[in-house]
């Protein structure tokens, strides 16, 4: 029997929060502390460090020696460097243990060795992390012990950011200025603040530990290189939201119960579409601890997965033929007063406020549909979009019928008068009830859904930060409500400029509505007859972070300088050839040592077999014909090899930038592709226990 435990008792029970911050702080510094949280500015020396030594006490209790600053930088993981509590004995030999306010706000881990970009040369190794006070330090509980963990932002030591947060908070700021001005000329005079909340559906692959770590690909690439089909996939539709297996069961139990106690709220579990992939969802919350908190569900998820015998893929695709791992942005922006902004009401068509906000994002979205896609892309994600499981390569929005209607009125006519109902729902069984349905259906291929009162943003890759989607979505949002405001501010009849403004927003960016189906090759043809980016690949959209477009964008709300654009364009241009890099040298490996000499000694067993028939009489043209196949196949997947082998070291010897990411990008791909397809063929010829590691039988099937 499973332990028994009471959720509302051990939520957030490892994490300082606001109520244990009021507890062990004196009124006047949790005062300053939360007006410094709400309003910004910088807490004092003396507060600082008082809330250490509380901090510390916390950390104490909960049985942690050590803390750190945990941040985010430009690798998409987290980084952190562990310091102990203890300081000098005093002069007795006692140990004593401190932690200042100096400690606590700022940190030095060593730069040099992170992604840089160019902002940083490996002998200028300062960095500084400086804490995150909007979002709660917390105690994660590992084999190392206890470790109180504070979130941090990291920079250089000229004050360029190398990592994912400060971008975020920058542009959360920037949201927030421009959404205010919004939500004034509507007569809210009491809000003071908006903020963008985030839920990210986490997808991810369990499969059998043991089983895993026989496949050098899984352990170098997180995904499988090679891979023939097993006789059943999902075409069943089976494992959707099927029984959850008891082991898998066992898991998401304690998943659940660590991502509680760091006060992540874990809502929603459930089997996805593919055979051993499986969902986990919070509950919204604001955008910086929202990314915060889907690291820390990354982590654990990895980490319980080792306790159970088990290994969790996030790889967007880490098996071949069936569907791969997103991970649903929901986003929505909220004022301080509880008013959110894209809650349309029950008639959206005379709801002004949401008419014009959901025209900003219409116009931010066309306008930006290449920087957007580029927010959602890693070498990973370039084998999912567009592949008939994904939203495609290509930004749309759906409204659904309702509001589509709406624009469509407002665009024809200036006005909408009429409002399309969802209807009642009649089950014809008398014992179910009839209900009101939704006005409109939902689009599981569209890449940014309105769903209700928030838009969800389907193209982020499950193994990928979301810092990087939500920072490129407050941007651009910021920048649409920026140019809005400043029109109605000075208009002279706000209300006859409101409806003007909104016509013509909702006339110039119609195009980026779309509800029909996404993965339909039509819609392609479409989308390029409307004028609608199609860039499907993450080298491809790269340079769309260096436009004069995206410069002036990010640079006019201070959310990054020309600098650290063109120093992200590097780190992506590397992080790409160096993916793929590995890859190569994986399956190269992997046919060199594994599968040639595997096939090598099946054929000599199907050429003994051979002879022996022969010499006993027998018909041995079954093991001939099999033999002449494979070894057919095992001559092309040696050359193939051979091939690899000479594109890879081409493609190493290059220089690091954007020539190299794309040399790896046309042709090393494609001479992987080139191996990977007679070696699956080779899977399915030779005798299962011969082949050197488990197949997908093996590990989708067998947990």
């Known amino acids: 029997m499973s332990e028994v435990f009471n959720v509302e008792e051990i939520f957030a029970q490892n994490v300082f929060t606001l109520g244990q911050m009021q507890e062990c702080l004196p009124k006047n510094v949790y005062k300053e502390v939360v007006k410094v949280m709400d309003e910004g500015g910088e807490l004092s020396m003396g507060t600082a460090n008082v809330v250490a030594k509380a901090m510390k006490d916390w950390a104490v209790e909960h049985g942690a020696t050590h803390y750190t600053h945990w941040f985010q930088p430009l690798t998409g993981i987290t980084a952190e460097k562990h310091d102990s509590f203890v300081t000098h004995p005093d002069e007795t030999g006692k140990m004593i243990t401190e932690f200042s306010g100096k400690e606590l706000i700022k940190g030095e881990p060593d730069a040099s060795s992170f992604p840089s970009g160019g902002l940083r040369a490996t002998f200028e190794a300062r960095g500084y992390t400086t804490w995150d006070i909007t979002s709660p330090a917390f105690i994660k509980e590992t084999a190392t012990g206890p470790t109180l963990c504070i979130p941090t932002a990291f920079c250089s030591y000229k004050g360029e950011a190398l990592d994912k947060k400060t971008p975020l908070l920058r542009s959360m700021e920037a949201l927030s200025k421009q959404a205010i001005r919004i939500v004034k000329l509507f007569g809210n005079t009491e809000a003071k603040k908006v903020t963008p909340s985030v839920g990210a559906e986490q997808e991810y692959f369990l499969v059998d530990q043991k089983k895993a770590l026989q496949r050098e690909d899984i352990i170098f690439s997180g995904r499988t290189l090679f891979g023939a089909p097993a006789p059943k996939g999902q075409e069943m539709d089976d494992h959707y939201f099927g029984v959850i297996r008891e082991r898998v069961g066992a898991y998401m139990h304690d998943v659940n119960i660590e991502l509680w106690k760091l006060g992540v709220t874990s809502k929603t579990q459930h089997n996805e579409a593919a055979p051993a992939q499986h969902e986990l969802a919070p509950i919204y919350e604001s955008a910086n601890v929202a990314v915060d908190h889907n690291q820390l569900v990354m982590e654990t998820l990895k980490r319980v997965a080792g306790k159970h015998g088990l290994r969790c893929m996030l790889h967007e695709k880490p098996f071949a033929g069936v569907n791969g791992s997103g991970k649903h942005n929901n986003w929505s922006i909220t004022t301080d007063n509880g008013v959110n902004l894209l809650e349309p009401g029950q008639t959206p068509n005379e709801n002004i406020q949401f008419l014009l906000v959901l025209a900003c994002i219409m116009k931010a979205v066309d306008t930006h549909a290449d920087l957007l896609r580029q927010s959602a892309s890693n070498v990973g994600n370039d084998h999912r979009l567009g592949g008939y499981e994904a939203p495609p390569a290509i930004i749309s929005i759906f409204l659904g019928e309702q509001l589509e209607d709406v624009v469509e009125q ?237 594109v890879e070291k081409q493609a190493s010897s290059m220089p690091q930038g954007k020539e190299q990411a794309f040399y790896y990008y046309n042709t090393v791909i494609e001479a992987m592709n080139a191996l990977r397809r007679p070696a699956d063929e080779l899977e399915k010829l030779v005798d299962k226990k011969d082949w050197p590691f488990p197949t997908y039988a093996d590990l989708l099937f067998e947990v």
């Not at 200036?414 to 009101?436: H, I, N, Q, W, Y």
């Not at 992506?572 to 190569?584: D, G, R």
């Not at 033999?627 to 051979?642: D, G, P, R, Y």
């Open 410 to 646: 407002l665009v024809e006519t200036g006005k909408a008068d009429s409002l399309k109902e969802g209807g009642v729902l009649r089950t014809g069984v008398s014992t179910l009830p009839d209900f009101v349905k939704d006005a409109t259906d939902r689009n599981r291929t569209s890449p940014f859904a309105f769903t209700g009162n928030k838009f969800e943003f389907r193209m982020v890759g499950s193994e990928d930060s979301i810092g990087s989607p939500n920072t490129t979505l407050n941007a651009i949002v910021a920048e649409a409500f920026c140019e809005a405001a400043d029109r109605l501010e000075a208009a002279e009849d706000f209300e006859l400029a409101v409806h003007d403004l909104i016509k013509e927003y909702m006339t110039k960016h119609q195009r980026i509505i779309f509800n029909g189906n996404g993965y339909a090759k039509e819609w392609e043809e479409e989308a390029a007859r409307r004028g609608l980016p199609n860039i499907p690949s993450m080298v491809e959209a790269v340079d769309t972070l260096t436009t004069p477009k995206a410069i002036h964008l990010f640079e006019k709300f201070g959310i990054f300088t020309e600098a650290e654009l063109y120093s992200r364009a590097e780190v992506l241009y590397e992080t790409y050839a160096k993916t793929i890099n590995i890859e190569a040298l994986t399956m190269i490996d992997m046919a060199n040592k594994q599968i040639i000499p595997a096939v090598i000694r099946f054929c000599k067993t199907l050429a003994d077999t051979t002879m022996a028939i022969k010499e006993a009489g027998g018909d041995a043209t079954v093991s001939a014909d099999l033999l002449k196949t494979v070894s057919e196949k095992l001559t092309e997947t040696k050359n193939a090899t051979n091939h690899l082998i000479e």
